[in-house]
């Protein structure tokens, strides 16, 4: 997908470490493909929003192009909003990256059969962290096409509320 097929696309972050987001955040402004970006902290959060009621008098939020799962989450984990968004009518074919500090096997393995489309394992060496940072960017912004938020199902009983900063 290129900047011009998909101009500004929104990522749903959802991580609850400040540094980590702050670093996340601080890379992919400095790519050309400007991305806006909504935060989660809290699995709950997300599915609270994958609760909310679509109102009949109004169009469905647009869905992020992306979802940027950390699995380490206070309360309930990352696991809980990859399979929420599995079973979601319009969100079930957004792509799930997980960008998790876990290297476990039994991690990635569950991760990739419940429906994650990549699992990257978080590095505490900054470079290493951009540099995975700017290959998840390219991948999913240019090497391929994402699902245009149009084409998913607006009849959907519930869709996500605010995904993005205000």
């Known amino acids: 997908m290129t900047a011009l097929e998909n101009i500004n696309p929104s990522f749903l972050v959802v991580e609850d470490s400040d540094e980590d987001y702050a670093a996340l955040e601080r890379i992919l402004k400095r790519n050309p493909v400007q991305v806006r970006l909504a935060r989660c902290t809290r699995a709950e959060e997300v599915l609270s929003m994958l609760s909310a009621p679509v109102l009949p008098e109004r169009a469905p939020p647009p869905l992020p192009a992306l979802i940027v799962l950390d699995l380490n989450l206070p309360g309930l984990d990352g696991r809980a909003v990859l399979t ?25 393995a569950w991760c990739y059969e419940n429906g994650a489309n990549s699992y990257h394992v978080k590095d505490t060496d900054y470079m290493a962290f951009k540099r995975a940072v700017d290959l998840l960017v390219d991948y999913w912004l240019d090497a391929v096409r ?21």
């Open 146 to 166: 994402l699902p245009h938020a149009a084409s998913a199902s607006a009849s959907a009983s519930a869709a996500p509320a605010a995904l993005e900063k205000p």
């Open 84 to 108: 929420a968004v599995r079973q979601h009518p319009r969100m079930k074919r957004t792509p799930v990256v997980i960008f998790s500090t876990s290297s476990s096997p039994s991690d990635i």
